[in-house]
Structure formats: C-alpha cells, structure tokens
C-alpha cells in the first residue's frame, strides 16, 4: 500500500480499566489515545497472510491497516473507522524496518 492509499479516517482506541459489572464480571471501556489519523485499510487474502505475517504471530487477521507508526499500538488496542464505525481488534503488527515511520496493522473486525 502506498501513501496514496491513505484514505480513511481512523481512532486508536486502548482499553481502560476493568469495571465490575455488577452480576460478579467486568467490562471494559476503550479510550482513545489518538484520533483522526489516515489509514489504508484492505482485506487480507490467504496469499496476504501468508506473506505479510511472516515473522509476525497472528492468530487470525481479516484486514490490513497500514498508518503512520504510534508507539500506543499494540495487540490490546483496537481501531474504529470514524465514517462507519466498524471495528478492528489488532491481532497483530510491524513496525516497517524498525523506523518507527509506517506500521501494518494486522486486524479481525468485530461485528
């Protein structure tokens, strides 16, 4: 994906602290950490996973986000798409060769 790509409007999201829920459980609330930035988003193909996660341990991945890298990113976090609000729980990343430029996202969406 190239720069060009980035054409969606995206938050970070990371999760809060568990709540109890009242019935012996807990939830939990998500809080941005940053908002409107650009992504490319596409769904991942077998021939995709196969290739981009390489080195990467996913256990599954429906779509690929790439963005500028944040630091916040990790497998907890999650992103929403600000246009529609679908949802991405990120299974997985890579920090493009270690330059803390560009990071691939490797995403389930939750419905």
Not at 11 to 26: K, S
Not at 28 to 43: D, E, K, L
Not at 95 to 105: A, F, G, K, Y
Request: charged share 25%; net charge negative.
């Amino acid at each position: 994906m190239s720069r060009s790509d980035y054409i969606h409007r995206v938050r970070f999201e990371n999760p809060g602290e568990p709540v109890p829920d009242g019935d012996g459980g807990y939830t939990v609330a998500y809080t941005t950490f940053q908002s409107v930035w650009f992504a490319a988003i596409r769904p991942m193909t077998a021939k995709d996973f196969e290739s981009e996660t390489s080195g990467t341990i996913t256990a599954n991945a429906s779509h690929v986000i790439q963005a500028d890298y944040h630091p916040g990113v990790n497998i907890k976090s999650r992103v929403v798409k600000l246009d529609d609000g679908r949802t991405f729980d990120v299974a997985g990343l890579a920090n493009h060769d270690e330059r803390d430029i560009t990071m691939s996202l490797y995403c389930l969406e939750t419905i």
